[in-house]
């Protein structure tokens, strides 16, 4: 074993360039990005009809998507490769971002709904009888008021979905569009014998620093995304 | 978990990874193998990558569980003489037990897919000599590398009745009286 030498910076450059970590990482922040956006929306829009709005079928749509919790994606892997394939979505962003959105709604809704639940009624009923209306309640009072649990549940899922390796393993062919766990673990079979381990380290940092920053400033929301259904 | 993977395939490497390297520092270069090359040892070594990267998340939900726990009913057991141990077999554990019993089902699941890891780290992937075949692999390989696509939906199926079973039957053998907070 050699001691390690003076750090160098040429490698993480070498990764970003060569090894086209830089693209990896542009691909996986538009498709998690994207993703996110829209689960937090209509998990969002969806939780909150379904936690305040009594009606007809309101359980069998909740416990329909909070069903989506129990399947593992295995079961759905080759169907949802030929939905995406007829689609003509493989191997493009708004394939992979309708799929991931899918994917985390489940849990979005699950969370969002035990949420909103716990928000007091009094204010969305005098905003009503002030004249607001039923879209302009969930988007200037009860979206505000669920800001923590929003958090939580979007640091969760920008976690799980940075994360994926199968979905985009299984949807996502183009080399060009490689996410960072696919694009590093193609590095590190394809590298086996030409061994730029530095670079392919310098890369695992740059995967991994997104994570850790979030990990270190959201700690508290994150247990509480963790925890969530889990503690009483 | 691919980070994971392609870091602990690092750990394995025969001649500069971690592992081996550590034990040619400590003295103990004659258990120096390479372990993924080794059917016997392949699996374990899959296995240790995949409770290390678990081990974290339980840490964090059992903590919470823990925290959760009125210091109240800890304290009267230490009055009532309690040492550490006894504490927390007959005051910890039953009011944590919830979330143990999540933590099997949760567990359960990961296990069933331990995909991304073999897929990664192991030769083949799935070798040396199938030791590392996971039913994620099969499924993945017979639908798209031998474009068995009827048969690999049908292992999904089976894999998702399979995690079914094993769930309710983990939640039946946990299953205690509930402990309910004074």
């Not at chain 1, 399947?71 to 759905?76: C, G, H, K, M, T």
């Not at chain 1, 960072?180 to 030409?194: E, P, T, W």
């Not at chain 1, 695992?204 to 969530?228: M, S």
């Amino acid at each position: 074993m050699v001691a390690a030498g003076h750090p160098r910076f040429d490698n993480w450059a070498r990764a970003w360039a060569e090894a086209s970590i830089g693209r990896y990482l542009f691909n996986t922040v538009l498709v998690v990005g994207g993703a996110l956006l829209l689960t937090m929306l209509f998990g969002a829009l969806v939780a909150y009809c379904l936690a305040r709005y009594p009606f007809p079928g309101n359980r069998i749509v909740y416990y329909t998507l909070v069903a989506g919790m129990l399947f593992p994606v295995f079961l759905a892997l080759v169907p949802l490769f030929f939905v995406v394939d007829q689609l003509g979505m493989l191997g493009t962003y708004h394939g992979l971002i309708l799929v991931y959105t899918a994917y985390a709604l489940p849990f979005t809704v699950f969370f969002l709904h035990a949420f909103f639940r716990t928000l007091p009624t009094a204010v969305a009923e005098a905003a009503f009888l002030d004249g607001c209306s039923h879209a302009a309640v969930f988007f200037r009072i009860m979206l505000p008021m669920a800001r923590p649990g929003l958090v939580s549940v979007g640091i969760f899922n920008f976690l799980g979905l940075w994360n994926q390796y199968l979905l985009p393993l299984v949807l996502n062919p183009d080399p060009d569009r490689y996410v960072l766990a696919q694009g590093l673990a193609f590095l590190a079979v394809s590298q086996g014998y030409r061994s730029d381990w530095s670079g392919l380290f310098a890369g695992l940092v740059i995967a991994i620093l997104p994570v850790l920053v979030a990990y270190i400033l959201f700690q508290r929301q994150i247990r509480d995304g963790l925890t969530a259904g889990a503690v009483k | 978990m691919a980070i994971v993977a392609v870091l602990w395939q690092f750990v394995y490497t025969p001649n500069s990874g971690l592992l081996n390297g550590f034990l040619d520092r400590i003295g103990l270069s004659t258990l120096e193998r390479s372990w993924l090359a080794e059917p016997r040892f392949a699996l374990w070594c899959v296995m240790a990558a995949m409770i290390w990267s678990a081990v974290g998340f339980y840490v964090v939900l059992f903590a919470a569980a823990i925290e959760s726990i009125p210091a109240d009913i800890t304290e009267a057991a230490l009055i009532d003489g309690a040492g550490p141990f006894t504490l927390f077999r007959r005051i910890t554990l039953p009011l944590v037990w919830d979330s143990v019993q999540v933590a099997f089902v949760y567990l359960g699941i990961i296990a069933l897919d331990g995909f991304a890891l073999v897929q990664i780290m192991t030769v083949g992937p799935g070798g040396p000599d199938n030791s590392t075949e996971v039913m994620g692999l099969s499924l993945y390989r017979n639908a798209f590398t031998y474009a068995k696509y009827g048969y690999a939906s049908a292992m999904g199926v089976a894999l998702f009745f399979l995690t079914l079973t094993l769930t309710a039957l983990m939640l039946r053998a946990t299953r205690r009286e509930r402990v309910e907070l004074a």
